[in-house]
């Protein structure tokens, strides 16, 4: 054990090779495809590299403590995933769907948004969710905000957004 607590290249190596299809199985019901290749590739770099987490294991059956942290870790994962989903904004997933005419500038349309709509304090997390397209952790990093913070705002800009939008969209159809 103090071998695995002190991220010995060969307790983890040890530790890789038999646990494997624990953690397989642990993520497996949980995600599939991509998603759930990740999250068991993330499971093992964060017992590589983070001491804390070995340091967590004192007892009793490995596999069992090891397929709750892979388990526990998938269901984050998949909670992640969903929150970050730009939910009613996805073409297709709405029955009020925004179409846009061609000859309508976009940006013209978004620089309204943000002048108009869009708090201040909200607009470097605009900025790096809706228009660089980058991660949420990416994106706390940018505009410089706690993920939580990012993510709440960004729950927020979503909703000014959409009633911007679908505004615009019921005033440019009246006569």
Do not use: C
């Amino acid at each position: 054990m103090a071998d695995f607590h002190r991220g010995s290249r060969a307790a983890l190596t040890l530790m890789y090779e038999t646990h494997f299809q624990t953690v397989k199985s642990a993520v497996s019901p949980v995600l599939s495809g991509a998603d759930r290749e990740t999250v068991i590739h993330e499971v093992f770099f964060r017992l590589i590299s983070d001491e804390n987490l070995r340091r967590s294991y004192h007892s009793g059956a490995f596999g069992k403590w090891l397929f709750v942290v892979a388990k526990n870790h998938a269901i984050d994962y998949a909670r992640r995933r969903a929150r970050e989903t730009p939910l009613g904004l996805v073409p297709g997933e709405s029955s009020v769907a925004v179409e846009l005419e061609p000859q309508i500038d976009a940006r013209a349309l978004l620089r309204r948004f943000r002048e108009q709509v869009l708090p201040a304090e909200w607009l470097s997390v605009f900025e790096a969710r809706f228009v660089k397209q980058l991660d949420q952790r990416a994106a706390a990093r940018a505009a410089g905000v706690p993920r939580t913070t990012l993510v709440y705002r960004e729950l927020r800009i979503r909703k000014l957004l959409r009633a911007f939008l679908l505004g615009w969209e019921a005033n440019r159809e009246q006569p």
